[in-house]
């Protein structure tokens, strides 16, 4: 657990950096919670009570309506920020599900705790201003790949930037997150040397 | 038959379902087709085969467990299992630990060569998360309770606990059957 927090530390540096005084206070919101593969932690309809900071496993954000249309949105695995972010800071229903794909282990913030200290606190108001922003740059650079790169290309980036989650999850989750059908994703990998 | 925890036993099939998923996530899909349709070094089976083998038997067992559970409303958690006595048999038949070697399957269930090697390890991933949802289930209801009639002889109905078993260790045996087609890296 002291791993976890160590982690968390590293994180919010890399995005903007702490005083002291406001990593302390910051790193006193997060409680250790675990979760079994395929689990749901935010249902569509309710609202995001935590941010979740992820240790282990990997997760997924996704949209899934009642004709049974499913989108895959956003992987998230260590070191990084999970949960829905906008019905997070929005404090609106949720408009997606967020599932875990494996065993996982998080560190999580309720909402309330983390709005106090980014009330009191520029520092910590200025790092979630500077990771969203980061967030936001990381959507926007995938919609430029779902418009513009062909299915071949969008397996090949996925591949070079998260190789790992092919042999995490099942791949029907990469697949739907590049909107692909399963025969074309198939014939992808017959291509790979994995 | 001596009567086992329930939670205890039901630990143990998550476990093995865990395990399960995790060979098909981490060896199978990542497996070129001709490599998952190739036949065994003894003729026998190909992962592929082995895989669309057990989907078969899922396709009839996840659903029928599936009722079973919907119909039980008294929630019971804890306790013990007692198996049947034909449930128990069938359990350790399918054991490799301690029934035969080799079983002869029926006809309705073996595997033609023919197939899409990808949509098969798919399914089996699909049904597994499945039967994992359903073994978490099962730890609120008495597992002596839903009877699950068997899929080659419909008028035999099993316990859920001994279908659960029964279902797990068949997995397990072709699990194991298909592993031995991995080419060693």
Same mark, same amino acid.
């Given at each position: 657990?002291v791993?976890?927090?160590?982690?968390?530390? !590293?994180?919010?540096?890399?995005? %903007?950096?702490?005083?002291?005084?406001d990593?302390?206070?910051?790193?006193?919101?997060? &409680?250790?919670? &675990?979760?079994?593969?395929?689990?749901?932690?935010?249902?569509?309809?309710? +609202?995001?009570?935590?941010?979740?900071?992820?240790?282990?496993?990997?997760?997924?954000v996704?949209?899934?309506?009642? !004709?049974?249309?499913?989108?895959?949105? +956003?992987?998230?695995?260590?070191? &990084?920020?999970?949960?829905?972010?906008?019905?997070?800071l929005?404090?609106?229903?949720?408009?997606y599900?967020?599932?875990?794909?494996?065993?996982?282990?998080?560190?999580r913030?309720?909402?309330v705790?983390?709005?106090?200290?980014?009330?009191a606190?520029?520092?910590i108001?200025?790092?979630?201003?500077?990771?969203l922003? %980061?967030?936001?740059?990381g959507?926007?650079?995938?919609?430029?790949?779902? !418009?513009?790169?062909?299915?071949?290309?969008?397996?090949?980036? +996925?591949?070079?930037r998260?190789? %790992?989650i092919?042999?995490?999850?099942? %791949?029907?989750?990469?697949?739907?997150?590049?909107g692909?059908?399963?025969t074309?994703?198939?014939?992808?990998?017959?291509? !790979?040397?994995? | 038959?001596?009567?086992?925890?329930?939670?205890?036993?039901?630990?143990?099939?998550?476990? *093995?379902? #865990?395990?399960?998923?995790? *060979? /098909?996530?981490?060896?199978?899909?990542n497996?070129?087709?001709?490599?998952l349709? @190739?036949? /065994?070094?003894?003729?026998?089976?190909?992962?592929?085969?082995?895989?669309e083998?057990? #989907?078969?038997?899922? *396709?009839?067992?996840?659903?029928?467990?599936?009722?079973?559970?919907? =119909?039980?409303?008294?929630?019971?958690?804890?306790?013990?299992?007692?198996?049947?006595?034909?449930?128990?048999?069938?359990?350790?038949?399918?054991?490799?630990?301690?029934?035969? @070697?080799?079983?002869?399957?029926?006809?309705?269930?073996?595997?033609?060569?023919?197939?899409?090697?990808?949509?098969?390890?798919?399914?089996?991933? =699909?049904?597994?998360e499945?039967?994992?949802?359903c073994?978490?289930?099962?730890?609120?209801?008495?597992?002596?309770?839903? =009877?699950?009639p068997? *899929?080659?002889?419909?008028?035999?109905?099993?316990?859920?606990?001994?279908?659960?078993q029964?279902?797990?260790m068949?997995?397990?045996?072709?699990i =194991?059957?298909?592993?031995?087609?991995c080419?060693?890296?």
């Amino acid at each position: 657990m002291v791993d976890a927090f160590v982690q968390l530390e !590293q994180l919010v540096s890399a995005v %903007h950096p702490l005083t002291e005084e406001d990593w302390e206070a910051l790193a006193g919101i997060w &409680s250790p919670f &675990s979760a079994q593969r395929k689990e749901v932690l935010t249902t569509e309809g309710a +609202v995001e009570r935590y941010l979740y900071f992820v240790v282990e496993g990997v997760q997924r954000v996704y949209y899934f309506d009642d !004709q049974d249309r499913e989108a895959t949105l +956003v992987f998230t695995y260590a070191p &990084s920020f999970g949960g829905v972010l906008d019905a997070l800071l929005l404090q609106q229903p949720s408009r997606y599900f967020y599932e875990t794909l494996t065993p996982s282990s998080f560190l999580r913030a309720p909402y309330v705790e983390l709005d106090r200290l980014m009330q009191a606190r520029p520092g910590i108001a200025h790092m979630v201003r500077k990771g969203l922003t %980061h967030a936001l740059s990381g959507v926007l650079e995938r919609l430029v790949e779902l !418009q513009c790169y062909t299915a071949e290309e969008k397996f090949n980036k +996925v591949l070079q930037r998260s190789p %790992h989650i092919f042999r995490l999850i099942p %791949h029907k989750y990469i697949a739907n997150y590049l909107g692909m059908d399963a025969t074309n994703f198939s014939k992808l990998i017959n291509k !790979q040397k994995m | 038959m001596s009567a086992v925890e329930k939670d205890q036993l039901l630990n143990g099939l998550e476990r *093995s379902v #865990n395990e399960h998923i995790q *060979s /098909a996530v981490v060896v199978f899909q990542n497996m070129r087709s001709d490599l998952l349709l @190739k036949p /065994a070094p003894d003729g026998g089976w190909s992962i592929a085969q082995c895989l669309e083998h057990l #989907n078969r038997y899922g *396709s009839y067992y996840i659903p029928q467990i599936r009722q079973g559970l919907a =119909r039980q409303k008294k929630l019971e958690t804890g306790g013990v299992f007692k198996s049947g006595v034909i449930g128990a048999y069938f359990t350790r038949m399918m054991d490799l630990d301690r029934g035969q @070697k080799k079983i002869k399957a029926f006809k309705e269930y073996i595997p033609g060569v023919e197939l899409d090697a990808h949509a098969v390890v798919a399914e089996f991933i =699909r049904q597994q998360e499945m039967l994992l949802a359903c073994v978490r289930c099962a730890r609120r209801v008495d597992l002596g309770r839903p =009877r699950i009639p068997v *899929s080659i002889m419909k008028w035999l109905k099993l316990k859920l606990g001994d279908v659960l078993q029964f279902v797990v260790m068949h997995d397990e045996r072709h699990i =194991r059957q298909a592993k031995r087609n991995c080419p060693m890296d």
